[in-house]
């Protein structure tokens, strides 16, 4: 099937379009915890929730499920809102052919996964909302992001809306139903393959090189700090990444990556000075439009403030800038007044619109500032300090910036920077006190088990630097709040703390790979801030509870739990970008567990999540900060790994050749007097093994691993040293040995200085518990 619907860039564009009207009748949605889910729950749009009562629905009627994921601070989610799923002609064409299903991405992080993967695989652009057709069962179709109502003119191009997207779904569902079935089978099929990123038949060399290449391989803006494309400029967007910015931290600590220091310390001081920090408020936007800072995307999420309150804080270590004091200060005190609920747990975000128009709350007009300030010396001078004598927004509004440090502005005074900061406060506090008469963002008041690890971390952390008590209380406020109300009396971890309308919020949905690893994080850091044992005590048991309940026998972990609902794919969190990876996390936190406590099992999973995904360092390191970071301290530590060390492969799930569970690879030394020494090793992912050469037992000869060694395609006599290997039993085979994990065989052929190149072949076969795949040839040449 040829047909395929196209993602709308987002545009920088907002149609005009009422508010929904409150007094509409409600839909499924109006009583859930979910904040964002409530927002959609007076639409005409017939809602359900996720779950089984959609799906029974879908498959009953034989109609496509439309999904919609978003979250409540997103602005282009309350656009498509406003403009689509408050249409009642909209709603209609919705209502009469599909079966609609919104979901909270916040809640329900599994699910927006395999679906946004859904969406590359389609080869499309993610992004929210996430709009998604999918079969009756739920295997994804086609999709895209936000799409207005309408067709849209652009340049030359016809933008296609939604109503022109559900008639073009109809008109495919009609005329090509089985072939839209089979593609859904298809897409499900590829979505599931993308999502098991454990495994390759690459084996990666542990060792320093390979921490120190992936830090060299991002690219930083030398302008404006931050990450970026230097072949594009740097131009769009930027994030901060704080978990590549932690590693970045601690590798510029090394003596042989000291060149890092100077562009980390760009990019920290160029997003503190930006207007992606709120210089009235305290805290940071979710992330720039551009590359300069400048224009933030207005959100406030709780996860970015947690993480750049630990960055910054543990920057302060090496570098006591003021300016990060500052920053951690304020942004601290930004959460503590308007994202901490009373019993001291941590809200989720703050929305980046107000009455409908993104960054209303934050930005001013010329007429505003004069207003205000008036031009008084005093005036003037905060208005240079700032940034404010030019519009910077939309070419008619102003966000605060600095354009220069506060330290230099006040060495160009003969002031102090505390005594310039002490001018600019009564200014400061004119322009908090108008913006806190406008109408306040909405407030997102649904508590996540995982950002307030976050939090807890970023409380933490700031407390040990700095020596500050009532950061370290405020974190302990909230760990106490989490372990009392999101956990269940067997130590399991529950995702969400939430009310519904008229109830009293309960602990739902539970908890993901993210939730147990990022508590962790934010309980080991309050056990480095305050060494009491209760935190070191409760972060053992949460380690258990999610070796137990997510940990796969391969090496790393589910994102979902062993018995949580089954979704057509079931994925392993390990690419990172605004956020740090449940995988990536979880690795760090077992490596200092185990430093903690000398538990060796904390130290092998966390050995076996590095090598479960290990390739990914290698190929693409800007994606997998968090897993170099912790291959570098294993490393680094007694008793952790040595350097020579190689990954093992990791079986895929239904492996069928043996060629698929055993990774060969092959040394050669220089010839010498006409002979060359070789190491052949042969690494069996667990648990798998091979037969050893010879194996014993009975009518195993055949199953023997075999090497022969060809010389410019002529086969050679190569005097081998097979290993003895495992002795085991069995009551048919008797007594007989096997090869598993990494086996090595050396030996000589004979070479002259003119022979062409070496190939080695290995005949074998790989079994476990009485099954045994194909019999396999593997073809390696020297490296």
């Known amino acids: ?314 920057a302060c270590r090496q570098n006591a800038n003021p300016a990060y004091r500052r920053v951690v200060d304020e942004t601290l005190a930004f959460v503590a007044r308007e994202m901490t609920a009373p019993d001291g747990g941590f809200y989720s975000a703050l929305d980046a619109d107000t009455d409908g128009k993104e960054g209303e709350f934050y930005i001013w007009s010329p007429k505003e500032l004069d207003t205000i300030l008036g031009d008084s010396p005093e005036a003037k001078l905060f208005r240079s300090v700032y940034g404010l004598e030019a519009p910077n927004f939309e070419g008619k509004s102003h966000i605060l910036r600095l354009p220069r440090p506060l330290a230099d502005v006040a060495k160009d005074r003969k002031l102090t920077e505390a005594e310039l900061i002490a001018k600019l406060a009564p200014w400061k506090a004119k322009l908090l006190a108008a913006r806190d008469k406008r109408e306040r963002p909405f407030l997102d008041t649904k508590i996540l088990t995982g950002w307030n690890g976050q939090m807890i971390a970023g409380y933490a952390r700031a407390g040990e630097v700095f020596q500050e008590p009532k950061y370290v209380a405020a974190a302990e406020k909230a760990a106490d709040f989490v372990l009392a109300k999101l956990r269940t009396k067997d130590g399991r971890l529950m995702r969400v703390y939430a009310a519904r309308p008229g109830e009293p919020p309960e602990a739902r949905i539970p908890a993901f790979l993210e939730d147990y690893s990022f508590l962790l994080h934010g309980l080991l850091t309050l056990h480095d801030a305050t060494g009491k044992a209760k935190w070191l005590d409760a972060a053992k048991s949460i380690a258990d509870a999610m070796t137990k309940h997510h940990a796969d026998e391969r090496g790393g972990f589910f994102t979902t739990a062993h018995d949580h609902e089954k979704l057509f794919a079931r994925s392993k969190d390990v690419s990172e970008g605004a956020q740090p990876s449940g995988n990536g996390t979880a690795a760090q936190v077992l490596a200092r567990l185990w430093l903690k406590t000398k538990d060796d099992k904390y130290r092998a999973a966390a050995e076996g999540t590095v090598k479960a995904f290990i390739v990914l360092v290698k190929a693409s390191p800007a994606s997998a900060p968090t897993i170099a970071d912790t291959l570098d301290r294993l490393l680094a530590e007694p008793g952790g790994l040595t350097a020579s060390g190689l990954a093992e492969p990791v079986a895929p799930a239904n492996p069928k050749d043996s060629s698929e569970v055993v990774n060969v690879t092959v040394k050669a030394a220089k010839p010498v007097d006409g002979k060359q020494s070789l190491m052949i090793t042969l690494s069996v992912a667990k648990p798998w093994h091979v037969y050893a050469n010879p194996p014993g037992g009975k009518g195993l000869e055949q199953s023997a691993t075999e090497i022969e060694v060809f010389v410019d395609g002529k086969k050679v006599d190569a005097a081998l040293l097979f290993p003895e290997g495992k002795a085991t039993t069995d009551p048919t085979a008797g007594d007989y040995r096997i090869y598993e994990g990494t086996v090595r065989i050396t030996g000589t052929i004979p070479r002259g200085p003119d022979d062409g190149p070496v190939l080695v072949r290995v005949k074998l076969i790989a079994c476990r518990d009485g099954k045994c795949l194909l019999p396999a040839t593997i073809k390696a040449e020297p490296r």
Not at 5 to 25: I, R
Not at 54 to 76: D, M, Q, R, T
Not at 77 to 105: P, Q, T
Not at 212 to 238: P, V
């Open 1 to 314: 099937m040829t047909a395929r619907l196209c993602l709308l860039s987002l545009l920088p564009m907002l149609l005009a379009a009422d508010k929904p009207d409150p007094k509409a009748k409600p839909n499924r949605l109006a009583k859930e915890a979910s904040p964002y889910l409530r927002q959609h729950g007076h639409n005409p749009v017939d809602w359900y929730p996720w779950g089984e009562e959609a799906f029974a629905k879908a498959k009953k009627e034989n109609k496509l499920v439309f999904i919609s994921i978003g979250y409540s601070a997103c602005h282009w989610c309350h656009v498509m809102e406003r403009e689509s799923f408050s249409n009642a002609d909209v709603a209609k064409v919705l209502n009469d052919n599909f079966v609609c299903i919104k979901v909270d991405r916040e809640e329900r992080p599994d699910i927006d996964e395999i679906y946004i993967t859904a969406l590359y695989v389609l080869g499309e652009r993610g992004g929210w909302p996430l709009s998604m057709f999918a079969t009756p069962e739920g295997k994804p179709l086609f999709g895209g992001t936000y799409w207005p109502p309408d067709d849209r003119k652009v340049g030359d191009d016809t933008l296609m809306g939604f109503k022109s997207v559900l008639k073009k779904v109809l008109e495919i569902d009609k005329d090509k139903r089985k072939e839209l079935l089979e593609q859904g089978d298809e897409v499900a099929k590829r979505t599931a393959q993308a999502l098991n990123r454990a495994g390759s038949k690459l084996l990666v060399e542990l060792d320093r090189d390979l921490v120190k290449n992936a830090a060299a391989e991002f690219t930083f803006d030398t302008e404006h700090g931050g990450f970026g494309s230097k072949a594009n400029q740097f131009r769009g967007t930027k994030f901060p990444r704080a978990s590549a910015m932690m590693f970045l931290i601690k590798q510029s600590r090394l003596k042989d990556s000291p060149d890092l220091a100077k562009p980390v310390a760009l990019t920290l001081d160029k997003m503190a000075a930006g207007g992606i920090y709120d210089h009235l408020g305290g805290g940071f936007h979710r992330y720039s439009t551009e590359r300069t800072w400048t224009v933030p995307h207005f959100e406030k999420m709780l996860y970015d403030n947690a993480q750049l309150a630990e960055l910054y804080s543990e």
